[in-house]
């Protein structure tokens, strides 16, 4: 603060529009050149910048100075927090750069609520699992954490869950990441993200039934079809037109978001199903070298058998998508993952006995004994609907067998017992039941974390039962929220029990922002910025990630922060050097005419 006092008001003014332009750059993914630019029109507006700092280096001076801010701020809060999980993934950057980005989940101190923030990104030396591990380890300690100070003995957070991928080197019991943090941190739970599982489970459920398969190569065939030629695209476009029919695009599916490009893809087919069947039936009856594929997905698209199954499928996986995008929320208890994945098992198999509203519209357009399906002509047997015949019963059992497998750890302890201790709406209505229950789940708890809550364990018992009483006015509230209100309210009937609820509140199953945090750093680091520098990335990364909306940011701590740092140093800046003209060609390599100036 004392440095800011020494500014007049016009210099102040003029770092807070500097500060707020380099804000614009970081959070929207701009390159630092953009700075001049933006300074230029912001000048042209009449607005006063002076005559220093107008350049791309300052800018990069600037965003690390918010970011650093930023991290600061994190860590001060980190050291008030009882339990944290990490969550980390990998990825391959533009310039082939292993990059493994790091995030934490913990309740803050200072809200009461669970926060899920960007800790770092750094870029691995090795990709086996020590190297990962000490990768992880380095984006911790720019937050304060170290293997020390994340033990349950020493000050500071305790390390509670560690949520990764399904990578082997991430999962592995012996010698994964997972692996050697239990060898550390033996209270540690090592958590698979279940948005990763749920894609897995239906994967795993297209391998099991052969007819799944044939309709996933065809969606990738016409997919690559349309996709490597701009000539099809103008022709599917000219027929879509003449049939006044809006075109959608038609997606890959890609083997990482596969649920979402999968229905995608499939929605796109059943939108556009006239218009690609007209134009399929156009492109076979030519003689060029493709006429064969094209009579091919003609023939798979004008099949009765398989568009009963495209239209069952969509149904299945408008089920699974609203589990996918829950799963990707970030104010998520672990509490509630059993409960979503019991409540879409039982809407699969209500699958098999009712038919959802895509295969009711299949069995209202199709016509067996003219061949027809609505305007559309079909080919080969047509026989009359049987919905729960044997292939139907077969689709929906072993994607409902895929995620009872993938989703099993979620019935065992300890986190079953999550459920059972803190799912209030399961809780029996009995006044002798409800005193009994859930104490053998606690007790279950309490021992998987011991050396955490050793000293504790009869005090939280006996809270636990304040806690049943208390949670009887909250019934109507949701989950998280109910849990937020005992959080913020930090009642003394809880004291002990507190920090248990703590713990439930920072388990991480999910680690779909560490997703996000690469989809900016693709937006933000491109073929045209591949030699960004890792403190750059990092920088500009913190700032989109976890940066407020722009017109929220306040200047003044990052200011305080760059006038404290030896990058603000001098507060009247320095001017951008003025190359001077070649005089002659021997001058090329006379590098005493460039001025010298400080970076």
């Not at 008030?80 to 934490?104: I, K, M, R, Y």
């Not at 695209?233 to 890959?252: F, N, Q, S, T, V």
């Not at 990482?256 to 134009?279: E, F, M």
Request: hydrophobic share 40%.
């Amino acid at each position: 603060m004392t440095a800011l006092l020494k500014l007049d008001e016009n210099q102040m003014k003029r770092l807070d529009a500097l500060f707020n332009i380099a804000y614009k750059i970081a959070k929207h993914g701009k390159p630092h050149s953009d700075f001049e630019i933006d300074c230029k029109l912001i000048q042209k507006l009449g607005v006063d910048l002076g005559n220093n700092y107008l350049n791309a280096n300052r800018c990069k001076d600037f965003i690390k100075s918010i970011a650093d801010a930023m991290t600061e701020a994190v860590a001060d809060d980190l050291k008030g927090a009882n339990f944290v999980s990490v969550l980390s993934d990998g990825s391959t950057d533009c310039s082939n750069l292993e990059q493994e980005n790091v995030l934490v989940r913990y309740v803050s101190p200072k809200t009461r609520n669970p926060v899920t923030i960007f800790c770092g990104i750094v870029n691995l030396e090795h990709g086996h699992a020590d190297g990962v591990l000490d990768g992880i380890f380095r984006a911790l300690s720019l937050v304060g954490l170290t293997k020390e100070n994340l033990k349950a003995n020493e000050p500071g957070p305790t390390l509670i869950c560690a949520n990764f991928d399904g990578a082997n080197v991430m999962q592995g019991k012996k010698n994964g990441v997972v692996g050697k943090l239990v060898k550390e941190y033996n209270h540690v739970l090592g958590m698979w993200c279940i948005a990763h599982k749920l894609q897995l489970a239906v994967m795993d459920s297209v391998k099991d039934v052969q007819s799944l398969q044939k309709l996933e190569s065809t969606l990738k065939g016409i997919y690559k079809y349309y996709h490597g030629s701009p000539k099809r695209r103008r022709e599917i476009k000219a027929i879509a037109d003449i049939l006044d029919a809006d075109l959608a695009h038609i997606p890959d599916v890609k083997d990482v978001r596969w649920v979402a490009s999968q229905g995608k893809a499939l929605r796109a087919i059943q939108t556009n199903l006239l218009v690609v069947t007209t134009h399929l039936d156009e492109a076979a009856s030519r003689t060029d070298l493709y006429a064969g594929t094209a009579k091919k997905y003609l023939k798979d698209l004008t099949s009765a058998p398989v568009l009963k199954i495209m239209f069952l499928l969509i149904d299945v996986l408008d089920v699974i998508t609203d589990l996918s995008k829950f799963f990707q929320t970030e104010d998520m208890l672990v509490l509630e993952v059993l409960p979503k994945v019991e409540a879409v098992i039982l809407r699969l198999t209500s699958l098999k006995f009712h038919p959802g509203n895509n295969m009711r519209e299949f069995m209202s357009k199709y016509n067996p004994e003219e061949k027809m399906f609505g305007d559309l002509k079909l080919h080969g047997p047509c026989n009359p609907v049987d919905y729960m015949d044997s292939e139907t019963r077969k689709i929906l059992d072993a994607v409902i067998k895929s995620l009872d497998e993938r989703f099993g750890m979620f019935r065992e302890s300890p986190l079953k017992d999550f459920n059972t201790v803190f799912n209030f709406k399961i809780w029996p209505s009995d006044r002798t039941f409800l005193a009994l229950y859930g104490r053998d789940g606690l007790e279950n708890i309490l021992k998987f974390f011991e050396p955490i809550f050793d000293e504790t364990k009869d005090s939280i018992l006996n809270e636990y039962l304040d806690l049943k009483v208390c949670i009887a006015h909250y019934k109507t509230m949701s989950i998280y929220d109910a849990y937020l209100l005992v959080s913020e309210t930090a009642s003394p009937k809880f004291t002990h029990l507190q920090k248990v609820i703590d713990l439930m509140l920072s388990v991480s199953c999910s680690s779909a922002k560490c997703e996000r945090v690469f989809s900016s750093m693709k937006l933000m680091k491109t073929r045209l910025r591949s030699n960004l520098s890792q403190e750059n990335l990092q920088a500009q990364i913190n700032v989109m990630v976890e940066g407020p909306p722009l017109h929220e940011f306040k200047a003044s701590k990052a200011i305080e922060h760059w006038l404290g740092s030896s990058r603000g140093r001098h507060v009247n800046g320095h001017q951008a050097p003025e190359r001077k003209s070649r005089q002659n060609e021997n001058d090329l390599y006379n590098y005493d005419e460039f001025e010298v100036y400080e970076k």
